[in-house]
């Protein structure tokens, strides 16, 4: 049996109202369970990582290391010869990667694994009870067991005068650009700002201004991530204003033609001290608010944190109900997609278990929750040199009074690294804890590092201790010896202490 679109049934065992992967992957969970699911969506089931997020920015982030590869290698410079990626090229194998928009993919999977699909938008309107509207038409469906919520987030954009009115770009804008601007300033210091930043100059962009207040670009990670970021794209003709905040934007026309396409015409960007800067578009990289607005939450009594999020327990659930569960950026613990996809994971079974009356401390996930989402969240910033980190930095293990021992190096002298660029610039830190000798934090900045991560996500999640690590030998040659590396130096450090 296969599920169905916009059935005329009104009660499930669940409902999900957000089609995006942890949707998608409560909806698979509940259905292998043998529980019935229908999965509510507004706009495309596979959601903003698929068509608007990290699918696109992906697609276009690749071929710009290729060529950034390219031109570290020697017998292949001359290939390059100095000129950028084909932009056209790019922005074609983009959309092939994103379906053109089409989700018809993934409806299908969703329907052979009996999920039944209701196409408009969801809230709830009572306990266990979701209020789905589309095309002026109302209705009423129920479950059973479970609602789970996954609405996800929206870019923000600031309160700087003249802003909103000028129509700035968003993050959905530049993944889906249909042309290249001449001139771009990016508004921010972030991951998005950092990545766009990347596959715009790559793709042509030729003055390309990111202007944020911060001291650093990706204030949030290890100093030394900023710092070597920042070289590499003063070194790529980026111009980079740090410690500047934006004070004004004005645009005489405004002409939005669409997303991805120019809203209009000379974009002026007014900063520091009343330094004008005048592009053709602006793009707004400064963070993402949860939308959570309008979902019905007072319906049932739920309150937002100050920020717009949700508290759940690490069950998943709504504090004070056994039947309302959130996932992923409406939780405000990590705003990542393969977060969202394990809290779906996690729910899953607990939605399961609770449907065959299973005890919930006996389910798999539960002792690691808390630590996965707070503590042990992975991250991969795509820009070149690309930045990977999970875990705690330094500041922030200091900050909970947690003993720590930090051990940090260049990937200079590394095998690996020397075959892998002529120019390999990278460094690495990791932070123990010296009271448990096990990880709680570590960094990778250089290109490739991202295939480093698991490693590490695995020793901080699992608090695999420090001397277990270093009989986990690394392969020669690669930039994995860096663990070699850096526990050769703690060990070293520790003997001379």
Partial sequence: MAGSVNPARSEWDVIVVGGAPPGETISLYSSQAGLSVALVEQDKVGGECLYWACMPSKAMLLPVQLRNLAIDTPGVRQLVNGRRVDAAAVLARRDEITYH????????LML???????????????????????????????????????PGTDAAVPPIPGLADARPWRSRDVTNMHEVPRRVVVI??????????????????????????????????????????????????????????????????????????????????????GERIVADE????????????????????????????????????????DWLYVLGDLTGRALLTHM?????????????????GRPLDERPYNPYTDLADRDGAPQVVFCDPEVASVGLTEAEALDREIPVEVVERDFAGIDGARLAREHYVGR??????????????????????????????????????????????????????????????????????
């Fill in 188 to 273: 921010g210091g972030g991951v998005v700002a950092c990545e766009a930043a990347t596959w715009l100059r790559g793709l042509g962009v030729e003055e390309l201004t990111l202007v944020f207040p911060g001291e650093r670009l990706l204030g949030m990670k290890e100093p030394f991530v900023g710092e070597l970021v920042l070289a590499a794209f003063e070194a790529d003709g980026i111009s980079v204003r740090t410690g500047t905040p934006v004070r004004e934007v004005s645009r005489e026309r405004v002409d939005d033609r669409g997303i991805g396409r120019r809203h209009g015409g000379e974009v002026t960007v007014t900063v520091g001290d």
């Fill in 112 to 150: 052979r694994n009996d999920v039944d699909v209701i196409r408009g938008r969801g809230r709830l309107a009572g306990p266990r009870t979701v209020e789905v509207s589309d095309d002026g038409r109302t209705r009423e469906i129920t479950a059973r067991r479970a609602v789970v919520l996954s």
């Fill in 428 to 497: 690495a830190k990791l932070v123990v804890d010296n009271a448990r000798d096990t990880l709680v934090g570590a960094t990778f900045v250089g290109p490739g590092v991202s295939e480093l991560l698991h490693a590490a996500t695995v020793a901080v999640t699992g608090k695999v201790p420090v001397p277990a690590l270093r009989h986990a030998v690394a392969s020669f040659p690669t930039i994995s010896e860096i663990w070699l590396y850096l526990l050769e130096q703690l060990r070293a450090q520790r003997a001379a202490a």
């Fill in 282 to 321: 602006v793009l707004v990289a400064t963070g993402r608010v949860p939308n959570s607005r309008d979902i019905g939450l007072e319906t049932v009594g739920v309150e937002t944190t100050d920020r717009g999020f949700v508290e759940v327990d690490d069950h998943l659930t709504v504090p004070g109900t």
């Fill in 340 to 356: 969202g996809k394990y809290h779906a994971r996690v729910a899953g079974e607990v939605i399961a278990a609770r449907a065959a």
């Fill in 101 to 108: 928009h089409d989700d018809t993919s993934s409806v299908d």
